[in-house]
């Protein structure tokens, strides 16, 4: 089993010999794209953990997987790898850094999982960068990359570095978040008023006070929302809609509460007054976390909308 992959040749002339050394180049190549293309049963899962060694507040353990580079070169990881928020080494364990040198860690703040495949011999390597496409990622041998995975700092530990943001993920693209983690209180509250009352606006899913950050990294993702719709006590009829802001693909409507219903790509309406209602929904959330929120509130205003990410599900092949 090979398990990278050769230029092929691709100068062939009529008086050309084949080989066995032409052989076996063409039987690795066929079997290094088999690997590759094994991404569909073997993906790339993570978990972060906030005691990554003595030393060390955090850590992330890549799962072994496969796949392709963004240049179609086929890489196959046969073992777990571990890494810490230092420096990148070359390494696979609790000590060895992972961010890339030109990269400040900083609290609050995603960073990009990439893994880093060397062409020539098939070698693979896990790096971070707070870019998501890897810009500062630089390296002579390891030329090849793919983004497989993001993760959030939280504040400073006991022991230089940062703690991590409680998440994990089964192959790399269902991601799961423990809210609690993410924020010091587990919801993002927005609270009706006489701008947002009957009136789409663009809410950005990022606690600002404390300053904890956004809530999902910057890639267009199909979130996991948890809703908790808390009307004023004196509304006698309450309405919430969202409308996602993806690639501007939604005309918005010119007042939530139409007749004979309400717009909204999500539409949430209750009659009972101080009644609290939750909603579970996927819902796609664009690259700068925003979405478009609307309350209606017939009688009285000061209802809130408090929304919680439990994760989110991005297709690690299109990043």
């Known amino acids: 089993m090979a398990d990278y992959f050769t230029t092929p040749k691709k100068n062939w ?58 240049n179609g070169v086929p890489f196959y990881k046969s073992a777990a790898h571990i890494k810490n928020l230092n420096t990148w080494a070359a390494g696979n364990g609790a000590a060895y850094g992972g961010m890339a040198s030109a990269v400040t860690v900083a609290a609050n703040t995603w960073y990009y999982i990439f893994i880093i495949t060397n062409p020539t011999d098939g070698t693979t390597e896990v790096i971070f960068d707070d870019n998501t496409s890897g810009s500062n990622i630089s390296d002579a041998s390891y030329t090849e990359k793919r983004c497989v995975g993001a993760f959030k700092t939280r504040a400073a530990g006991d022991q230089g570095s940062f703690d991590l943001c409680e998440m994990y993920s089964t192959d790399g693209q269902n991601v799961v978040i423990n809210p609690d983690s993410m924020f010091t209180w587990r919801h993002l509250t927005f609270t009706n008023s006489g701008g947002i009352n009957d009136a789409y606006q663009t809410i950005t899913l990022q606690e600002t006070s404390p300053a904890e950050g956004y809530a999902l990294p910057g890639w267009d993702v199909m979130a996991q929302l948890n809703l908790e719709f808390t009307p004023h006590a004196s509304a006698t009829t309450n309405g919430i809609g969202l409308l996602s802001t993806y690639a501007g693909v939604f005309t918005t409507p010119g007042q939530l509460s139409g007749s004979p219903s309400y717009s909204g790509e999500l539409v949430f309406r209750q009659n009972n007054q101080s009644v609290v209602k939750t909603y579970d929904f996927p819902f796609l959330v664009n690259s700068s976390g925003q979405l478009k929120l609307a309350m209606y509130e017939a009688v009285a205003l000061g209802g809130a909308a408090k929304i919680a990410v439990r994760g989110y599900h991005y297709d690690r092949w299109a990043i």
């Open 13 to 70: 002339v009529p008086s050309d010999g084949i080989g066995d050394e032409d052989l076996n180049r063409i039987e690795a190549n066929i079997d290094a794209t088999r690997y590759g293309a094994r991404r569909g049963l073997t993906g790339f899962g993570f978990r972060v953990d906030n005691t990554g060694g003595t030393g060390y507040d955090g850590s992330i353990v890549v799962f072994a997987g496969s796949g392709f580079s963004n």
